[in-house]
Every structure is written in C-alpha cells, then in structure tokens.
C-alpha cells in the first residue's frame, strides 16, 4: 500500500472518530436530566450501557470524568474499567486523541507485552465518550498513601522501575511521549499485600505481594510529529526544559521518571513547589547550577538575572528551598551497592541537559537492574516481599 492511500485510511478512521464523537445531545450538560452541571453523567449502581456494561462502583474522578468498575456481560462478566469523559467538548476532543494514541498502542503491542493498559473498547454515550480498560489495582501513589507514606524497599523499587522504562521506551519507539508520568499514572496489577513488622519503627507496614505494573493514561500523549504545547506534566515532574521553554521530547518523560522513582524511595515529593522560580532553585540546590547553555536559550529570562537564578537564599522562599532541599546523594539511605547504583541512575535522569539525559534503551542496561536477570531474579519481580531497604 502506497504513502496516498495510507494517508487516505488513516484520514478516514480520523473522521468515523469524529463523527462518531460528534453525536451528543443537543442539551448542554445539567439540563438533559443527565448530566451533573459540570459534564459528568449521572450513573448508580446495577446501571447499564450499551446493554453491556454494569455499573458497580467508582474507582476514580479527575478533571476529565469518572473511571468506574464495571461487568463487562460482553466478555462473559469480565470485570472491567470503564473510562466515562464529560459530556462537554473540550473533553470530547481530548478522548477522540487518546483513542487515537491507544488504538496505536494496541496495533503495535497487541498481547500487552510492553505493559501499557489495554484498550478494550470505546463508544459514545449520549455525548460521553466511554473507553473500558482492563481492570488493574491500586495506582502506585494510592498504595504509598495507604501505608503512610512509607518507602517502597529497594528491590521493589528495582522492579517497579525497570518496568517503567521498558513500557516508556516503547513509547519513545514509537514516537510518542508520554508527558505526564506520575505515580497516579502506574498502576499495580494486584495491590495485594502481607503486614511486615518494621523493627526500626516499631510497628507493622504493608509489603506489596506483586510488583507487576502498568502505565496509564495517554489524555496528553504526543506523537513527535504532532503539535508540541508549551506547556506539560504536572508540576511536580516537570522538567527543566519545560519550565525554561526551550522546547521538549522524550527525554522529558526520562526527568518524571527520576522523580517518580526518587519519590519510591524516600515516600515523598522530590520537588515540592508551585512556583517556577522556586523550583528552578530546588533543582540548583539539588542538581547544582542550571547550565549557562540553557539560561541563554530560554524565553524566560525574568528568572535570572546576569545569567544566573535570581534567586535570594536569605528570604522566606530561599530559606524554604534550604530546608526542603538538600544535595541528591544526601538523601541516600544506605551506601549499600544498590543503593549506590540507584542513585547513579536518578543522576543520569535528572541530568539537566535533555541531550546529555540518559535515554531509556541506556537506562534498561544499567547495572541497577542487573539482579533481575540473575537466577531467581524473575521471582523477585513477582514476590518482592524481602524486609531489607
């Protein structure tokens, strides 16, 4: 098949999508009976759509609608999620992209073999777009929450890891970034877990039984061909390159990964902030001084002043970034070999220069993982249950 007819298959599954999308009611949301004011459908437990899709809880809200459990009838009473977008535009148009990003996704892994979820199906529900997920558990931040907020152990974290890079690697093969990668976004298969008793500090914490994950959410996935906004990520995991707009790519995916693991090992936000100045001294006090090569080349040069931070560590906001902040092997919690070797990692990471940035087919060599391909290694990934951090 020719370039011309590639280009007209793809254009017309394009448009069924919109077509498809573009059927909503012609009531705006809270006077159709419904829909709540803001867009979001109105649903009870034992509800059925499509004649397939019983209701039985909610899993989840965010700004773009509700994730519910459901009963997939048309998989033989499979237990599904169901992604169900407001009933507004805006929202609209997003879902028509992620559609788009996950039916690529499914073409090119089609048995899941590079962890990312699995779209199962999608429709329209009277102007909500729907999509049903496999089912999965907990998202690794909500499992952190519930055993407050203590670090995940090292050879988890290993796990856990590794499969974060293998699942955005693919992605970066295939010309997509993420762009939002956080802890709410990876999700573990089977949140199960045994109570240990924690010696140190007096009193039992929860150990995981299974460290499988899988990533979710491509609302803001972008195809490297297509229109790049200014700006991405939450903030928490934003990358230097971003703040500084000087443009970004997957090595921005790369920086939210370091700062995901980062937060795996210490049970806390690395950069915790809501200002972009702010943070831009975190990462100095942290990272060291941002390189002269990207303070010349940022559009935001009302953050420096004689090409450097303008940035007073006698204020209130300089004492704060000094006492939240400290110099990143400083944060070390043993000097144990894999201890070492993690945070050789999260250096690579972390390294301010996107082009200097350790890529993720790199990453996947680094000594850190090793032990997984040692013997045993592979029962390690499925039964991390060992009390040493």
């Not at 498809?20 to 009611?25: A, D, M, N, P, V």
């Not at 997003?94 to 590079?114: G, Q, W, Y």
């Not at 790519?249 to 700062?259: A, E, M």
Request: glycine share 6%; hydrophobic share 35%; proline share 4%.
């Amino acid at each position: 098949m020719g370039k011309p007819e590639l280009y007209s298959l793809f254009k017309g599954f394009l448009d069924c999508i919109c077509l498809c999308l573009s059927r909503s009611s012609s009531e705006p949301p809270g006077k159709n009976g419904r829909d709540t004011e803001n867009g979001h459908l109105i649903y009870k437990r034992g509800d059925v759509l499509q004649d397939r899709y019983e209701i039985i809880n909610t899993l989840g809200e965010g700004t773009f609608g509700k994730v519910v459990q459901c009963v997939d009838h048309g998989r033989g009473g499979a237990p599904t999620a169901l992604k169900i977008i407001k009933n507004l535009e805006k929202y609209r148009e997003a879902a028509k992209l992620e559609i788009n990003v996950l039916e690529k996704i499914r073409e090119k892994d089609p048995h899941s073999k590079h962890l990312c979820v699995q779209m199962l199906d999608w429709f329209n529900y009277y102007g909500h777009v729907c999509i049903s997920f496999e089912l999965l558990a907990l998202s690794t931040f909500d499992f952190l929450k519930v055993n407050n907020f203590l670090p995940y152990p090292i050879n988890q974290i290993r796990h856990m890891a590794y499969q974060i890079c293998h699942a955005v690697n693919f992605l970066h093969d295939n010309k997509l970034t993420h762009t939002d990668l956080k802890p709410e976004n990876i999700l573990f298969v089977n949140s199960d877990y045994t109570l240990v008793y924690n010696a140190e500090k007096k009193h039992d914490e929860k150990r995981l039984k299974d460290t499988r994950v899988r990533l979710i959410d491509f609302g803001s996935a972008t195809f490297d061909h297509e229109h790049h906004s200014v700006v991405i990520s939450t903030r928490h995991y934003r990358a230097p390159e971003v703040i500084l707009e000087l443009g970004w790519s997957h090595p921005c995916d790369v920086w939210s990964i370091g700062c995901i693991l980062f937060e795996y090992y210490e049970g806390f936000t690395l950069f915790q902030t809501h200002d972009n100045k702010e943070h831009l001294a975190m990462m100095e006090r942290i990272q060291g001084p941002i390189p002269q090569r990207m303070i010349h080349r940022s559009r935001k040069q009302k953050y420096f002043c004689h090409g450097r931070l303008d940035w007073t560590e006698s204020s209130k906001a300089g004492r704060y970034v000094n006492a939240k902040c400290k110099p990143l092997r400083r944060y070390l919690l043993s000097k144990g070999a894999e201890h070492l070797q993690f945070f050789d990692l999260l250096e690579r990471m972390l390294e301010y220069e996107p082009s200097k940035r350790i890529t993720l087919s790199s990453a996947l060599r680094h000594p850190f993982f090793r032990p997984l391909f040692q013997p045993g290694g592979s029962q390690e990934w499925r039964n991390s249950c060992d009390s040493s951090r």
